[in-house]
């Protein structure tokens, strides 16, 4: 079943608190990175993006964080609602590609009431 | 909201058999790629195709697989003899400018 595999780290957040899920990221000359959300049995869904000349980008409840310095890549998301429970995924893309994408292995994200 | 496509949902082919997947990207967009996940792990990038022919590939796409663009719409992804280890979700993605939007996911089962 579904269980299979590796075991994805998990935060457990309760309803209206807010979420800060981290990504540490490989490549020091990745230049574009996006946040994926991917529910049970879906394609991963765009969140939010940020390019490399920026440390902070703000969307709707959401907001991502990068530093550049230690690599590290963060997705807030405030007032979490039920309907973000899901697996999010950090991907990056190096300057010298225009599409290879290099995925993390996820934060599972479990929302409680 | 356009939306990346993609059929059959499920495909359950034996060990050996050739498989066609098959994704209707965005119409406007001018990039295509296919990911594969397997059960539990992470998205991996399989190929990306651009202008009718492969812009990049990871070492996961070997000779078994090719894609094509064989009309205006679709985009496919074939594996001429499957192994057991191909069993995955294949996700299809395209884009015009970075930000990648994807399908739904083919999941394949090789027995």
């Known amino acids: 079943g579904e269980s299979v595999g590796l075991h994805l780290p998990t935060l457990s957040v309760q309803e209206g608190d807010n979420s800060i899920i981290n990504c540490a990221y490989s490549n020091s000359a990745s230049d574009y990175f996006i946040w994926y959300k991917q529910e049970s049995g879906k394609g ?5 993006d940020i390019r490399s000349n920026m440390d902070k980008r ?17 997705l807030q998301i405030a007032a979490t609602q039920p309907g973000d429970s899901a ?23 479990v929302v409680t009431p | 909201e356009p939306e990346v496509t993609q059929t059959p949902s499920h495909q359950v082919t034996q060990m050996g058999q050739e ?6 990207p965005i119409s406007n967009h001018l990039y295509f790629y296919w990911y594969r996940q397997i059960l539990g792990q992470k998205v991996e990038f399989l190929v990306s195709f651009y202008n009718n022919e492969i812009s990049e590939k990871s070492e996961i796409f070997d000779d078994q697989f090719s894609v094509e663009r ?8 074939k594996i001429r003899s499957t192994k057991l280890e191909d069993s995955a979700m294949y996700f299809c993605a395209s884009n015009r400018e970075e930000t990648q939007y994807f399908g739904p996911g083919t999941r394949l089962l090789v027995l």
Do not use: M
Not at chain 1, 44 to 48: A, C, D, S
Not at chain 1, 58 to 74: D, E, I, P
Not at chain 1, 96 to 106: E, L, M, N, V, Y
């Open chain 1, 87 to 109: 697996v999010y995924f950090c991907a990056e893309k190096g300057a010298d590609s225009w599409g290879k994408f290099q995925f993390g292995a996820g934060t599972q994200v």
């Open chain 2, 70 to 77: 064989p009309d205006g719409s679709n985009f496919t992804l």
């Open chain 1, 44 to 48: 991963p869904q765009f969140i939010i």
């Open chain 1, 58 to 74: 703000q969307g709707q409840r959401v907001t991502v964080l990068l530093n550049k310095t230690v690599k590290h890549l963060s």
């Open chain 2, 19 to 24: 498989v066609i997947l098959r994704c209707v």
